[in-house]
């Protein structure tokens, strides 16, 4: 196979669904530090809570705020599609619901639903309501 021969090929879109599933779960692990460093901050005292929503208002250090809320809007983007194609994933499995249109819908369903949920809670983030 050439290479113009693969850069032609069309991917489904559970295919795609599929690769995002695997990429939400490394931004997850990447980020697991901030992740931790966020949770200790927010409940080791009521000091350390104050400097934790801070970060959203200030930033940390030489990060500005808006880049710290943009990064924790791909968290929230990457936990949502990583749990919602999980269940994906296993009711698949589980009900042996393997066809081309069954695969279809459920990405539909699955991308649908995370950017929808990701648009919410960012749309909170970013304190538009």
């Not at 801070?54 to 940390?60: L, T």
């Not at 991308?111 to 809670?121: E, I, M, R, Y």
Request: net charge positive.
């Amino acid at each position: 196979m050439r290479l113009v021969d693969a850069l032609q090929y069309r991917l489904p879109l559970a295919g795609y669904v599929s690769i995002l599933h695997r990429i939400s779960g490394i931004v997850m692990f990447a980020l697991l530090p901030f992740v931790i460093w966020m949770f200790d901050t927010s409940l080791t005292s009521e000091i350390s809570y104050e400097s934790f929503t801070n970060a959203f208002v200030a930033g940390i250090g030489f990060v500005p705020a808006w880049f710290v809320k943009l990064t924790c809007l791909g968290l929230i983007w990457s936990y949502l599609h990583h749990f919602i194609a999980g269940v994906r994933h296993l009711y698949m499995d589980a009900t042996h619901s393997v066809t081309k249109e069954f695969g279809r819908s459920s990405a539909v369903v699955t991308l649908a639903l995370s950017l929808a949920l990701t648009a919410a809670l960012g749309a909170k983030l970013f304190g538009l309501y």
